[in-house]
């Protein structure tokens, strides 16, 4: 399958792949710690929310910060994204605040962001999930940021839910969870990920039409 | 703004405000406790669940009970609810009960109670949620109070979630947390909120129309 | 009450009873301890999910699995299933992987199988709210099994969310938890609760008719 | 085995029962869930505390207190113990207050209590384990309770890490967890773990002389 | 009381002082956020480990680290600790890395900071033990920073275990817990916290001398 | 550094080796996986335990056991071990019992195993401290396995505390943490550690004669 542009290649995945196949397709190839870690319980706002893009990074860590431009980091990276990023928040989940917003939201889908993952909490729930904008986080909270926390670095490597994420790797995320793609796996994961997507239904033809599980897994080796 | 009535209030509140503009308003203020902890991961129990009204308190505690009149002091309360009340029942999470259920439910809203907030577990979640009133808890459980739980007292100032609440102060609920108003700044909290909801329109527009961040937050120091 | 059948009482028993009633005739009955404990925060994918039916169980532990034949266990148990059936996957929160997943549902059905409750993680959690199978879970992941986590033992008693099951049960789950019904118990409880289905209406019959919660409860004695 | 009192079967208890061999034996009788819950990991302020003896129950809930005798409850309990009580604070892991203290402790030893066990925190530890009074807790807090937390009931019977308990049953504490041993059965375990406590020596003899354990359980069936 | 120095004072304050005691004062005084969340479960290495200083922060997040002089913000702290300082890092719970070790115990006290508090994990547990240096953390942890987490600043305010935190301010950790006092209450709370600690002996000989709590409570207020 | 057998070997690294130290060169060679996760709070009986050998495993599940030969697996893999050999035990936080006890340590200590690492709870904690048989676990229980808990497989590879294991590796826990030595890593990793081990005490000399951080880390590289 080839893609005219990354942005179509996102859109593609957005539609067609699901994060299980993506993780399974790593795992064979000896990647085995891609996926944020379950325990982290990051969810969608919505349950159909799905993105995938490129990574770009904020840290955020508990720092109290001045009245004095405190946002001046995370205005930055907002203002940098291109189309076809996904915001990585990085934090913590013990931070009582929701370092995403429904104005961050808003500003990052107008700069053709499609995602935001966050190990955190967000605000505005129900205006987000009101945009469709994807944006999957740990919980939601009321409370601002300011004197609580402080992104202290962006576009830097991170580790978000207990895996390590660099900036520019691709980033697929939906209802079961996040999955970042090593750099030198991109291009074997994806196509290995289209293919895979086209088996998938002639295994579930195959159990739908009543062939016992034995079968169909001596046959297609996929459960 | 003009309110005839509380009641008049409440519902505008319940269709314009959120929770993170209370919050922020309070913090502002020097109040920076007044949102139930998001740690306690007290959600409503469908989305769009919205709530505003003055507190009412229920305080549970893991006691046996015995068999006669189990819940006397729960029917009082409940049936001294007035209008414009929110029941705000303080437990605690590790309780394996469900303190609020459908019966409940029903007498509250019978008595105009615009909702409910639990600092613990509900029952009968299908049928609150059929019902469209809201309830808000920790989570859900099918196993009775009796012998595991009782009210203990009602009407007295109680700790939810983690923040001191009294009876009689406003408190707000919807998806993104729980936000108590201090009863010395319910005026000015609520005024400058209708006033925050304008602006904030502003800048959604602004950001929508493809202005940069870092203009918008220099005009308005809102994100 | 006379049900045809089983699986006509399953039906009915999907269509007019909640957990809470089940779970409030057994602790009457002085079984204590036959919800799966609500710390354990399993939930159906979907919030309509209920499901009743013939426990079946999956012993699931933290072991790596050889690539030769690793869901031997997990193909059989399935294979086996019967009408009325429901899969009860014991395993444990710390397990990383999803245990559960969108071929085994199709399978599920496809035998007649009426749901599956996991004390784990599921994937595939958009395809399976599609079909519209009733899974219950602790949480969703990506994660595949191999060499994380395997079937060790099927049809064996188990421990699910801190409960003693046992093969054969009649097991009840909706949003508010899941109620393993004891055997000797079976015929009394679905009895009883048939006919608190009925009285539960003519209680919320009379607190929406604007009654007292106080005489309500002196004549109904539910709440 | 005849105690002269019942201070001297606490002593002996004390000193040669094990938290372990009390519940195997209500264990072995069908009373299956009167060790607190090990999830609540409540500990022995110093490794050697042990303590046997009556309960009396002190119930904490989240409560702002009056400034006006806040402690009149506790107070009352505390001076009405006699010796071989056992204070049983009832409260709840989220409270952030330490609800037993070193002067507490100094009262309880000075009316002959034998231990306190809290489900919850503790404060003053250093100078308790000074004092060498068996205290257990969830941990330690140095946060007081005035205002966050209050005793609201004394003397009545309480659910205690996931277990109910009544005033006047016998509870052992130990490294290893708390008992609460149901009056019915009182009698028998004990005498059944005098027997126990000589046997099991013959047990570590038997291995200690390098026995094959399958040679030593076949003939005591103890592990 | 007088003290000829800052030094002075520290050491008394670790004589005589308790957490507690610290925070009671506080509360009294109106300032109810300084101790830092039991929650957070921060304990000493060793029970009898207590420490007085000057704050001195370090900011950790979960960033991967490059190579080259990965701990130079670090390094530069520790070697700008002056006698009575009290290293706090503020980091949080989920880092999987132990921030603090041997052989920055060993520089630190080679530089007369008093100890250090880590909202997160530690590493050389039995070397530090070994030192008498006095730490706290949530645990420990064999795995180093390097690519997982990184200080990000140092001597800025930050949020430990849910409170603000700011460099210059007096910490006193022990055993209960770990108190910041507010730089506008710091003259005030030592001198009540010395008065306080000839009460409380009174208070102790009173109840050991087999006085009622009632008696002792009217008399002193103080339990 | 030479050793006459694994057994020298095994003794000298408790003698002289830390996990930390263990995990940094296994980090640096690439293997980043190694020890058992911090957070699974994996804890010594008493903090001097040390203990190196290499893995037996036991695999625990939630699983109901029948009365007949309850333990057959487990006394098997008892019987079974050598000198040398350290048990290890996975199973997973939510059980409720204690998997491993006193005369479990009798029986593994008289066949020459070097310690028990246990990815659950134990009973029996004062007798094995007494013993000075090194135990660690995640907590303590009284409560019994049986029909709760079973041994399902022993001898095979396991998943402990999120790292995957397999019988035969060389396991090295003290009161940092368990680190699991990859086999194509053992000859170099020890060898490692052996010169490690002389490394730092130059360090802490350099640090303890009041040299700055800095200039140690510029020579040494070791912090």
Redesign the interface.
């Known amino acids: 399958m080839r893609f005219r542009s990354e942005l179509e290649m996102f859109a593609f995945m957005e539609r067609e792949f699901?994060?299980?196949a993506?993780?399974?397709i790593l795992?064979a190839m000896g990647f085995?710690?891609c996926?944020a870690?379950?325990?982290?319980?990051i969810r969608p706002l919505y349950?159909?929310a799905v993105c995938a893009g490129r990574v770009r990074t904020l840290?955020?860590?508990?720092?109290?910060t001045g009245r004095k431009d405190p946002?001046k980091m995370?205005?930055?990276l907002?203002?940098s994204l291109v189309p076809g990023d996904v915001a990585v928040a990085?934090?913590?989940?013990?931070?009582?605040t929701?370092i995403m917003?429904?104005?961050?939201a808003?500003?990052m889908r107008?700069r053709g962001a499609r995602g935001c993952v966050v190990?955190g909490?967000t605000?505005?729930?129900?205006?987000i999930?009101g945009m469709k904008f994807p944006v999957f986080a740990r919980?939601?909270?009321?409370?601002?940021t300011?004197?609580?926390?402080a992104v202290?670095?962006v576009d830097?490597?991170?580790?978000?839910a207990?895996r390590?994420v660099?900036p520019g790797q691709i980033v697929f995320a939906?209802?079961?969870?996040i999955?970042f793609i090593p750099k030198e796996a991109e291009k074997e994961t994806i196509e290995e990920a289209v293919r895979r997507v086209r088996e998938?239904s002639k295994?579930?033809r195959a159990?739908?039409s009543?062939k016992?599980?034995?079968e169909?897994?001596d046959k297609y080796h996929?459960?």
């Open positions: 699901y994060s299980g993506i993780s399974d795992d085995r710690n996926a870690s379950p325990h982290a319980l349950p159909q840290l955020n860590a508990p720092k109290r946002y995370a205005i930055a907002m203002d990085a934090a913590t989940g013990p931070l009582e929701g917003g429904e104005l961050s808003t500003a107008g190990d909490y605000r505005d729930a129900r205006k999930i919980g939601v909270s009321p409370i601002d300011t004197d609580r926390a202290v670095d830097c490597p991170v580790v978000f207990g390590r660099a939906d209802l079961d969870g999955v998938e295994v579930r159990l739908g009543g016992k599980v034995r169909v897994w996929v459960l």
